[in-house]
């Protein structure tokens, strides 16, 4: 559990400087210039996803059960997850009316994912990490509300529907793939149990 914690902090960490610590943040780009930044950045988020990913799979063997969610939750987690691929497609893409709506899709996608998990997953180390990245994505959209009213940040402006057609396209394909077989080939567990 030791790996999953510390690649939780360094990964969370990493993407909460921007909204808690401002000041490290200019302070090495005065030092290094943005490019120096973006290297730091990207290794503490690379690290921290590799820590997350080889921690969760590692506390499989001992972690404990919290709860066990009754099985129609885990219909409910699996058309909450194609939700968040659109969102998180959305993100991508120039602000059509899901963009426009929703402002920040990315960080809704996360906030969706990480509730669908929990909502399908009671294991410890299941509730630490996808608990975690929940609070991680309601203070994220609390820090970038008050950016907004600071105006530091500005919301997407709708530009054509088109984009939303593109979102919903790509993640139903994205989606269908994690279904099928690719959340079993990368996490290693079926999103669908049968039986």
Known sequence: MAFLILGIVIFLGIHLVKSFAPGLRAAVVAQGGTGLWHAIHGFCALL?????AYGFDLSRATTGILYTPPKFLSHIALTLMLIAFICLAAAFLPAGKIKAATKHPAILAIKIWA????????EVNSVLLF??????GVILR?????RWRAGEITHPVFVSYTYDVIAVLVALAVYVLFVWKLHELLIGVAPIVMG
């Not at 921290?48 to 997350?52: Q, S, V």
């Not at 608990?131 to 991680?136: D, E, K, S």
């Open 131 to 136: 608990g975690t990245f929940l609070i991680w």
């Open 115 to 122: 509730l669908a998990h929990l909502m399908a997953n009671g």
């Open 142 to 146: 609390i820090s970038m509300k008050r």
């Open 48 to 52: 921290g996803l590799c820590l997350i």
